[in-house]
């Protein structure tokens, strides 16, 4: 189960039994961007690999001129991609996103960084901005079913309650 507030689960939801660990992301530090980078590109060799997927992983994997052969060159690799990224802004989800585009690219992964981190925090000011504008209609909306039912004076009748006067007021007349 996961929320962005769990102060607004119902107990129900959150008693023991029910939820036994509570694990709370916080946003990458530099250390744990690099961690994720080398996890991602890690030299792996995968021997006799009997499924046509790992096959075609290690082959794309492999055919990368930018791969990096060597422990030192990942940690190299790595290194290079912290620097263009921000301490604590972005959080795990958003940084693996990042290295999934480039999945089988590391080198693309390093030159590219500042440009996602710009598009990024357009992408989050946008956002904000259209929660402002939301919430913002929001009031209005409000404010306008009030002065309505204000300036209503007179409670309305139901259509059944109308038609049942009609017809008294018809019997009568005959």
Same mark, same amino acid.
């Given at each position: 189960?996961?929320?962005? #507030?769990? /102060?607004?689960?119902?107990?129900?939801? $959150? *008693?023991?039994? *029910?939820? =036994?660990?509570?694990? $709370?992301?916080?946003?990458t530090? $530099? @250390?744990?961007?690099?961690?994720?980078?080398?996890?991602f590109?890690?030299?792996? &060799?995968?021997?006799? !690999?009997?499924?046509?997927?790992?096959?075609?992983?290690?082959? *794309?994997?492999?055919?990368?001129? &930018?791969?990096?052969?060597?422990?030192?060159?990942?940690? #190299?690799?790595?290194?290079?991609?912290? @620097?263009?990224?921000?301490?604590?802004?972005?959080? !795990?989800?958003?940084?693996?996103?990042?290295l999934?585009?480039?999945?089988?690219? !590391? =080198?693309?992964?390093?030159?590219?960084?500042?440009?996602?981190?710009?598009?990024? *925090? /357009? /992408?989050?000011?946008?956002?904000e901005? @259209?929660?402002?504008?939301?919430?913002?209609?929001?009031?209005?909306?409000?404010? $306008?079913?009030?002065?309505?039912?204000? @300036?209503?004076?007179? !409670?309305?009748?139901?259509?059944?309650?109308?038609?049942?006067?009609?017809?008294?007021?018809?019997?009568?007349?005959?």
């Amino acid at each position: 189960m996961t929320t962005n #507030h769990i /102060e607004k689960l119902d107990n129900a939801l $959150t *008693r023991p039994g *029910r939820i =036994d660990r509570i694990i $709370t992301f916080q946003k990458t530090t $530099t @250390e744990v961007a690099k961690q994720m980078f080398q996890s991602f590109y890690a030299p792996k &060799d995968i021997e006799n !690999p009997t499924s046509w997927a790992i096959q075609d992983y290690v082959k *794309r994997k492999h055919s990368s001129c &930018d791969y990096p052969s060597s422990e030192w060159e990942l940690e #190299h690799m790595a290194s290079q991609f912290v @620097e263009g990224l921000p301490e604590g802004e972005f959080s !795990p989800a958003q940084l693996q996103g990042y290295l999934l585009m480039y999945k089988y690219r !590391p =080198d693309k992964a390093i030159t590219n960084p500042a440009a996602w981190v710009q598009f990024a *925090r /357009e /992408e989050e000011a946008k956002k904000e901005q @259209e929660k402002i504008q939301q919430i913002n209609e929001d009031k209005e909306d409000v404010a $306008t079913a009030t002065a309505t039912a204000v @300036e209503a004076k007179t !409670p309305r009748r139901s259509a059944r309650g109308r038609s049942k006067s009609v017809r008294v007021k018809s019997r009568k007349r005959a």
